[in-house]
């Protein structure tokens, strides 16, 4: 099942469809080409498979003891490259986060470390950002030539505010896990990464007493709906609602109210968002 993402180190608990990945590859969780390929499949791997919940962290660590979530894209396996391949491998970049960021389920970034470039546009695509004190946050691309091509230049406004991706992207100030916090790039701060990965499984225990296609849906909605003028908003979510009612979610859960006051978890099915 996992085969495809070896790469990521993944690992499953079948009981909460929690699937954690590890980050620890090349010198400092940079990405490059192999990455790519396993993100892809995983992609596949979440849009098809039962998983409710991922989390994705890093435990790697420089040889002088700093802590790295993911230091950037790996920007030395370019060299030589015509720009035409450069192109073509950033835009392949885009299009695999923003295939993750839509994926039907509930997914959280645990950062631990330097968390700079391709790192910092992975976390705009969770729905949750954990970080220990030790997160850094950076974009240097400016500095290097170039832009955020990974959605650091399209999203992270609508996570922080004009202002505060303006700053991050043109000065390429590093800002730590206090001010992440504060400016709503990261959601809250654990003490470690124990701690963190501890708060994920209460969101999957969470997760896994929930519909998987109403929380497929209701992701799907919000997504949809962001951006768009009232009207339209108030659309999409009709449309949502009333896709629960369609694939029957609604049903089960009218017919399972006693149950699920009791703590029980009712027979949900496979996700059809």
Known sequence: MFERIEA????????LRLLTLTLDHGKANEVGTVTLDAFEALCELLEHG???????????ASKSGTPIFISG????ERVGWPDERVKAHVRRQRSILQRLRHVPLFTVALSHGVTLGWGLEFLLTADYCLTTPAGRFGL????????????????????????HALRLGCTGEEIGADEALRIGLCHEIVPDIDAGLARVRTFAELLRRRSPTAVAVYKRGLLAATGQAEAERLCIEAAAYERCIDTGQAAIGRASFSAIRAGEVPPWGPRRS
């Open 50 to 60: 039962e998983v409710a919940c991922l989390c994705t962290t890093s435990r790697r």
């Open 8 to 15: 990521l180190h993944p690992h499953y608990d079948p009981e």
């Open 140 to 163: 240097p691309e400016t500095g290097l030539g170039i832009i955020p091509g990974a959605r650091g230049t399209a999203e992270l406004a609508l996570a922080v505010g004009p202002a």
């Open 73 to 76: 894209a790996d920007v030395t």
